[in-house]
């Protein structure tokens, strides 16, 4: 059975950091591109960060520049999403998933992606 599993998340204060976790269960992480993506209540699902299968390049949406960082353990076959500096405008539920074809669509109406897992939620309150 393929699937992925997203874990990780939690309530945090402002300015605090969280390291997300995405595990892949019947296919090797390492052959796609792999993305990450939010929603918060009342908006669109949005893609945050991927991370290539070819070369490990990594995109990020402007919104999480230089704050959050995308990784990948291959022996692990697992995707980590590093949050730092989290602010209360990134409370969502976040999802992993394969991005079809690379992290180039990430986001766009030309993206196809793998199945979803059941998210993990992230709250940044005080």
């Known amino acids: 059975q393929v699937h992925v599993v997203e874990s990780g998340g939690g309530l945090v204060q402002p300015g605090g950091s969280l390291r997300l976790s995405c595990a892949a269960s019947?296919?090797?992480?390492?052959?796609?591109?792999i993305g990450w993506f939010r929603q918060a209540p009342g908006k669109k699902r949005e893609g945050v960060s991927c991370?290539?299968?070819?070369?490990?390049?990594?995109y990020y949406v402007d919104s999480v520049k230089g704050r959050f960082t995308i990784s990948r353990d291959n022996a692990k076959n697992t995707v980590f999403l590093q949050m730092n500096s989290l602010k209360p405008e990134d409370t969502a539920i976040y999802y992993c998933?394969?991005?079809?074809?690379?992290?180039?669509?990430?986001?766009?109406?030309?993206?196809?992606?793998?199945?979803w897992g059941q998210g993990t939620q992230v709250t940044v309150s005080s």
């Open positions: 019947g296919f090797t992480l390492d052959y796609f591109a």
């Open positions: 998933a394969t991005v079809i074809p690379d992290c180039t669509v990430l986001g766009t109406a030309d993206m196809e992606h793998g199945d």
């Open positions: 991370i290539s299968s070819s070369d490990g390049s990594t």
